[in-house]
T-cell receptor, first 109, second 112 residues
Framework: GENVEQHPSTLSVQEGDSAVIKCTYS??????FPWYKQELGKRPQLIID?????GEKKDQRIAVTLNKTAKHFSLHITETQPEDSAVYFC????????FGQGTELSVKP | DTAVSQTPKYLVTQMGNDKSIKCEQN?????MYWYKQDSKKFLKIMFS???????INETVPNRFSPKSPDKAHLNLHINSLELGDSAVYFC???????????FGDGTRLSIL
């Protein structure tokens, strides 16, 4: 069935460093790839998304890349700050939106 | 104004009871969803409604019954609650199935 694998499950970086989270998906019909940030005890919030006709999208310190051939997409956060600490979820939509397992990002000051 | 609002925020109840969670969105969206987030943080789709019509019904026990009286509301009724139902339940909505989803604040359900 449809599946989204996300790595790593935990990621610890120093403030100012970059963080990269990677996801792979199984449904080749997937055409929409959002990323959500969930702070402790809060709701998931969309931070960036990309559609299958685009290879890369950037919004300030956040960028997402998509490789449709490899069925692989990644989230890049540059100049990380302590407030970036949260759980990040990738997702891929073919017939329905399937979420990855989440990455707990910790940014140490 | 909260865009997607769920009530109650917390729900503590005994095993075997029946309970409901309500969800309302004021965004004018056509599609609404229910997700379950377990203790390992995994977000799993349960149901999806488009304009009051059920479009996704995952392999959820039939003790869970969604109801959409209109496209701004999607409620979730759970019968005969079990320990394994303890989780955070999130409601979400989107303009269409291919548009970004907006989540509510979640309902933390604890079964004693």
């Amino acid at each position: 069935g449809e599946n989204v694998e996300q790595h790593p499950s935990t990621l610890s970086v120093q403030e100012g460093d970059s963080a990269v989270i990677k996801c792979t998906y199984s449904d080749s019909a997937s055409n929409y790839f959002p990323w959500y940030k969930q702070e402790l005890g809060k709701r998931p919030q969309l931070i960036i998304d990309i559609r299958s006709n685009v290879g890369e999208k950037k919004d300030q310190r956040i960028a997402v890349t998509l490789n449709k051939t490899a069925k692989h997409f990644s989230l890049h956060i540059t100049e990380t700050q302590p407030e970036d600490s949260a759980v990040y979820f990738c997702a891929a939509r073919g017939g329905k939106l399937i979420f990855g397992q989440g990455t707990e990002l910790s940014v140490k000051p | 104004d909260t865009a997607v609002s769920q009530t109650p925020k917390y729900l503590v109840t005994q095993m075997g009871n029946d309970k409901s969670i309500k969800c309302e969105q004021n965004l004018g969206h056509d599609t609404m969803y229910w997700y379950k987030q377990d203790s390992k943080k995994f977000l799993k789709i349960m149901f999806s409604y488009n304009n009051k019509e059920l479009i996704i019904n995952e392999t959820v026990p039939n003790r869970f019954s969604p109801k959409s009286p209109d496209k701004a509301h999607l409620n979730l009724h759970i019968n005969s609650l079990e320990l394994g139902d303890s989780a955070v339940y999130f409601c979400a909505s989107s303009r269409s199935e291919e548009q970004p989803q907006h989540f509510g604040d979640g309902t933390r359900l604890s079964i004693l």
